[in-house]
């Protein structure tokens, strides 16, 4: 592990954010949308494009560390975002 990697992992330790999500006070502080309204920076096709490229890539990186399951979940997740993204297209 290097030392950047470390004060990453510190760092998400010390503010409980494990996943790098933002968490719900955000909000107040007028960073993000508040709960339950749709953010309207981001558009549904932008998203699940976006989700299939990152679920693409972390699905390698599992089957290349021989996480199998986690490859296979995320793979998941990469044709649910796929279909979604085609879905949003054909309604245009």
Known sequence: MTNSSRS?????????????LSSSNDAEDGGAAP???????MRPADAAEYIA?????????????????????LEMARIEAATCLRQVQNRR
Not at 8 to 20: F, I, L, N, P, W
Not at 35 to 41: A, D, H, L, Q, R
Not at 53 to 73: K, P
């Open 8 to 20: 990453k992992r510190t760092a998400y330790s010390e503010t409980g954010d494990h996943q790098g």
């Open 35 to 41: 709960s339950g309204e749709p953010n309207p920076t």
């Open 53 to 73: 490229q990152m679920t693409a890539e972390l699905a390698r990186i599992a089957r290349t560390a021989r996480l199998e399951s986690l490859a296979y979940f």
